[in-house]
C-alpha cells in the first residue's frame, strides 16, 4: 500500500505560481511512476503531467506544456508540480497518482494509487 498526502494548493491570482508536492509512504517510492492529475468541476479527470521512477523521462498535457514542470526527490520520497503563468482554466483539484511500474506515462486507468486531492482556484 502506498499513501500519498498533497499539499501546496491554494487561491491565486492569474500569472502567478504554485508549487504543489506530494508526499508518498508505505513502499519505495523510486519503483513508481508519479504523476499529477486535475478534475474540474463538471468534468473528467484528466493527466496534467508524469515522470518515470528516475526523473529523467516526463509528460504533460499540451494544455501545461511550457508551464508547469513536475520532478521529484527519491530522498525525501515527495513528486512536485511547478505551475507558473496560472491561468483560470487551470482551476481545479488536483491529485497525486502512483504506478508501480518504469514507465514515464500512465492515465487515469493507469493508476495504482491516489492522494486525496488539494484545490487550486485561479481568479482572473
Known amino acids: 500500500q502506498v499513501r500519498l498526502v498533497e499539499s501546496g494548493g491554494g487561491l491565486v491570482q492569474a500569472g502567478t505560481s504554485l508549487r504543489l508536492s506530494c508526499a508518498a509512504s508505505?513502499?519505495?517510492?523510486?519503483?513508481?511512476?508519479m504523476g499529477w492529475f486535475r478534475q474540474a468541476p463538471d468534468k473528467e479527470r484528466e493527466c496534467v503531467a508524469t515522470?518515470?521512477?528516475?526523473?529523467?523521462?516526463?509528460y504533460y498535457a499540451d494544455s501545461v506544456k511550457g508551464r508547469f514542470t513536475i520532478s521529484r526527490d527519491n530522498t525525501k520520497n515527495t513528486v512536485y508540480l511547478q505551475m507558473n503563468s496560472l491561468k483560470p482554466e487551470d482551476t481545479a483539484v488536483y491529485y497525486c497518482?502512483?504506478?508501480?511500474?518504469?514507465?514515464?506515462?500512465?492515465?487515469?486507468?493507469?493508476?495504482?494509487?491516489w492522494g486525496q486531492g488539494t484545490q487550486v482556484t485561479v481568479s482572473s
Open positions: 515522470i518515470n521512477w528516475s526523473g529523467e523521462r516526463t
Open positions: 508505505g513502499r519505495t517510492f523510486s519503483n513508481y511512476a
Open positions: 497518482a502512483a504506478r508501480s511500474d518504469s514507465t514515464h506515462y500512465f492515465n487515469t486507468a493507469g493508476v495504482d494509487y
